[in-house]
């Protein structure tokens, strides 16, 4: 969906709006469509695990009843801030409950390399997450041009603090360095981003459970449950097979019982294959690249997309059905 959202089937909802993730939710029926919007980054923080406690942490969240959605017939939006912030309302309790028994916040450590905006941003969200919830939080930022070598000390740094319980090396990292001899250098029992050989490998198995889950999907998979969307039986297509979202989004569906398909860059009949799915997970990276003729009537949307676009250019290039049916751009983009 892209800034000044539009409900309407012929119209791109593409995976683009500007600091916002959304969840689009169309129920059965020609007349009735639901729309439902949250930053699945909001999310995806509140979602990290930073210890080996992180069942206790979370034991709260999945003691929640999911909403059921109501049948109407005009769009509507569930409040995804809303479920973020209860989820970090019990995150803070765990994390006190934790103090309480050894003494001690869990800690997370962020490596930075690099000045690129959206991951300053994504950087200095995920240290305020941690005020907020009470985690003790740690950081270092490289110049752009550190070697590898120096991010790889940084991390061994950190995997020997005790007082770090979880390591986050934010992603991209510069092309000179190494990412994968980075990040398998994370000690995957500090892994809170789930990208260790070990955890995914874990995720991927039947019968196994990683120690962590890669935050951004998981962040999806919360947003479904705990709006009522059901998963398990469900066709659902994931759009993208990045390493960070959409390989793990698809083993987390299919964790729920649901027939995943993944759609790519090299699948031929992307539009057919996504326009009979019931949920769509879309993350491949490119503005507009779905539009409404891809999604089917009473389908489920989460749009994990974030690129930058020339909202006046398109704003002006795109026929608003009605006041009514669009969000005001302004709303959208002032929003913290």
């Given at each position: ?40 980054a909001a999310a995806k923080q509140s ?256 749009d994990v997309g974030i690129n930058a ?28």
């Amino acid at each position: 969906m892209a800034a000044g959202t539009l409900l309407h089937q012929s119209l791109p909802f593409a995976p683009h709006l500007v600091t916002q993730r959304q969840l689009l939710v169309q129920p059965t029926g020609a007349s009735r469509r639901t729309c439902c919007s949250g930053r699945v980054a909001a999310a995806k923080q509140s979602c990290t695990n930073f210890s080996r406690h992180q069942p206790r942490i979370m034991a709260a969240a999945q003691q929640v009843e999911p909403e059921v959605f109501e049948e109407t017939h005009e769009a509507e939006r569930i409040d995804g801030k809303a479920i973020a912030q209860a989820i970090r309302k019990e995150v803070a309790a765990g994390v006190t409950e934790l103090r309480e028994k050894y003494g001690k916040a869990p800690g997370l450590a962020v490596v930075l390399v690099g000045t690129r905006k959206d991951s300053e941003t994504y950087v200095r969200n995920k240290k305020k997450v941690c005020e907020e919830v009470g985690i003790a939080s740690f950081g270092e930022t490289l110049a752009e041009d550190a070697t590898e070598e120096e991010v790889l000390k940084i991390v061994q740094g950190y995997n020997a603090d005790p007082a770090v319980h979880g390591i986050l090396v934010q992603l991209p990292l510069p092309k000179h360095i190494n990412e994968q001899r980075i990040l398998d250098a994370v000690s995957f029992e500090k892994d809170v981003d789930g990208f260790h050989p070990q955890n995914i490998g874990c995720l991927a198995m039947r019968s196994r459970d990683p120690r962590f889950v890669c935050c951004t999907p998981k962040g999806c998979i919360e947003l479904l449950e705990r709006s009522g969307v059901p998963i398990s039986g469900k066709s659902a297509c994931v759009v993208g097979r990045s390493n960070i979202v959409g390989t793990p989004a698809a083993m987390l569906l299919q964790r729920r019982d649901a027939t995943v398909t993944v759609v790519h860059s090299r699948t031929p009949n992307g539009q057919e294959i996504c326009s009979q799915a019931d949920i769509v997970i879309a993350a491949c990276g490119k503005a507009e690249m779905i539009t409404g003729d891809w999604i089917k009537e009473g389908a489920v949307v989460i749009d994990v997309g974030i690129n930058a676009v020339d909202v006046s250019r398109r704003a002006e290039s795109m026929q608003y059905p009605t006041a009514q049916q669009c969000l005001d751009t302004s709303q959208i983009l002032n929003k913290p």
